[in-house]
């Protein structure tokens, strides 16, 4: 799939995001990449944080809850160094917040 570079709202944090192709009805997934400090991400969105008001949303909403979990993941101990991937989980909040919510 096609990847993608988005800055973070909050840090400022450049990321390569490429969505992984998931089965029908399966999580959504993504290898996400920070540019500068070569730090890598597994993120998923359980389908249960997309259950939340309003019921669609759009693929600029779905990409900054993205943004918003690496964000958190960056905040949360332990520090998360070069050559290492983390797994970083979205949440209903960050759909939420992502939605304007």
């Known amino acids: ?3 993608k570079l988005a800055k973070s709202p909050k840090f400022g944090v450049i990321f390569q995001l490429t969505q992984t192709l998931t089965e029908e009805g399966a999580d959504w997934e993504w290898e996400v990449h920070d540019v500068e400090r070569n730090r890598a991400f597994h993120v998923t ?7 939340v008001r309003p019921p669609r949303f759009s693929d600029a909403e ?9 964000e958190g993941a960056l905040e949360e101990p ?3 160094v070069p050559g290492e991937v983390y797994e970083v989980t979205i949440t209903k909040g ?4 992502a939605a304007g919510s």
């Open 1 to 3: 799939m096609a990847s």
């Open 45 to 51: 969105l359980p389908r249960a944080a997309l259950a």
């Open 62 to 70: 779905i990409e900054k809850a993205v943004l918003l979990a690496l």
């Open 78 to 80: 332990p520090e998360k």
């Open 94 to 97: 960050d759909v939420a917040a």
